[in-house]
């Protein structure tokens, strides 16, 4: 490894511990320190890196530093920048999920829990928000967010999920793709390394198989399961982690019942206040999950470790094998025109969180005023999320 390599890794180390806000601020972030300050790519470059990470499933943050990774120094580098990456805020959130139990109970912990966890909704509140304003930009688009809303409401089932964002997507690339692109197409996929794309096709839909198998079939251990349940999440999360929290509140608490709605809020306010990835949030999930079932500290520990693989290793795979080829595949425009359908729907699955998530604050005024003080603090000033977590905090310990 030389000398720029290194560096690298150094400079990762250092953006892992101080990225916080979200997929904006990381962008922003990587513009000044990788672009600007050590010209390790180009902006373009880091513009079509983020773009892909769009188009693609899986958290966007993750693949867009693991994209810079192979291009600064190949397979290896990338993995190696991915570890550092994810490891720092999953372990404290494994740590966080291992403690919970122990200090939940506690008065003081209770009353912080009782200001933190509607401040989370009124952070999912201020995403989907955000995340609506983005991405509904014709009355198509609408439509389609009012009816994964309305079909998520009503089937509460985690399979309605993969459907519904494959029906976005047919639906808007039918809808917004001109016929004579399509002889386009067929010629750029002429083009394309096809033993390549066969390759990362297969080893996705492998595990896909192996995990339909594996939840139909009762002998195979929760941890296993787990797995299944996170890489399967991993698959169809378009959006980065602000589409991630709805798909997970959704299966694990509404349909499963993995853990409480208490637990899964109080995890994600932690979160909040961490820099890093906000797929760590699944080591939380995952360390929970085993908990409420009975396993132990090492358990626990497996279930967060399974969890955070899961979660991110679809994304990962595609990262690393389309980067090679995306110079082709930018240029494909059904698979750019299928994004705004597929975002459309996870619009309405981000509405659907918020609805259910605040269900059991049910006739509870200060919740209801924490919700909208923290939506009007993310509108209306630019206190990071991190900040408000922080104010939770001490709101709670001082009343």
């Known amino acids: 490894m030389n000398k720029r390599q290194l560096l690298f890794l150094r400079d990762v180390l250092v953006y892992t511990f101080t990225s916080f806000g979200g997929p904006q601020a990381h962008i922003a972030m990587l513009l000044r320190d990788f672009v600007e300050k050590r010209h390790y790519i180009t902006e373009d470059e880091l513009m079509e890196l983020s773009a892909l990470s769009q188009v693609l499933p899986g958290p966007s943050s993750t693949q867009t530093v693991v994209g810079i990774a192979w291009k600064v120094g190949g397979l290896r580098l990338a993995i190696i920048t991915f570890l550092i990456w994810i490891l720092p805020s999953a372990a404290i959130m494994s740590a966080a999920a291992i403690f919970y139990k122990a200090f939940a109970g506690h008065t003081k912990i209770a009353e912080v829990l009782k200001y933190i966890q509607p401040m989370a909704v009124g952070i999912v509140a201020y995403a989907t928000y955000t995340f609506a304003v983005r991405c509904l930009k014709s009355q198509a688009s609408v439509m389609l967010a009012i009816g994964s809303l309305i079909a998520t409401l009503i089937l509460q089932n985690a399979y309605a999920f993969p459907i519904l964002i494959m029906m976005g997507g047919i639906i808007s690339s039918a ?93 994600y306010a ?130």
């Open 175 to 267: 809808w917004e793709t001109q016929p004579q692109e399509d002889e386009l197409r067929v010629k750029l996929f002429a083009n394309v390394n096809r033993r390549k794309v066969s390759y990362f096709i297969g080893i996705l839909l492998l595990f896909a198989a192996m995990g339909a198998l594996i939840n139909r079939t009762s002998p195979f251990s929760l941890p296993i399961r787990l797995f299944e349940n996170f890489y399967r999440n991993g698959i169809m999360i378009f959006g980065g982690g602000q589409v991630l929290v709805p798909l997970m509140y959704t299966e694990f608490v509404e349909v499963k019942h993995y853990l409480s709605n208490s637990e899964f809020l109080s995890g």
């Open 270 to 399: 932690i979160q909040q206040a961490l820099p890093g990835p906000t797929f760590s949030f699944t080591s939380f999930v995952g360390g929970i999950t085993l908990s409420n079932k009975g396993y132990s500290i090492g358990g626990q520990l497996v279930g967060s470790l399974v969890a955070v693989i899961g979660i991110n290793l679809p994304g990962l795979i595609l990262i690393l094998f389309i980067v090679p080829f995306w110079e082709d595949l930018k240029k494909i425009t059904r698979i750019k025109n299928s994004l705004s359908g597929i975002n459309s729907v996870a619009v309405g699955f981000m509405a659907t969180a918020f609805v259910l998530l605040t269900k059991p604050f049910s006739g509870d005024w200060l919740a209801y005023g924490l919700m909208a003080g923290t939506f009007a603090l993310l509108y209306f000033t630019k206190i990071k999320t991190p900040v408000i977590i922080i104010l939770g905090v001490v709101l709670g310990l001082i009343f």
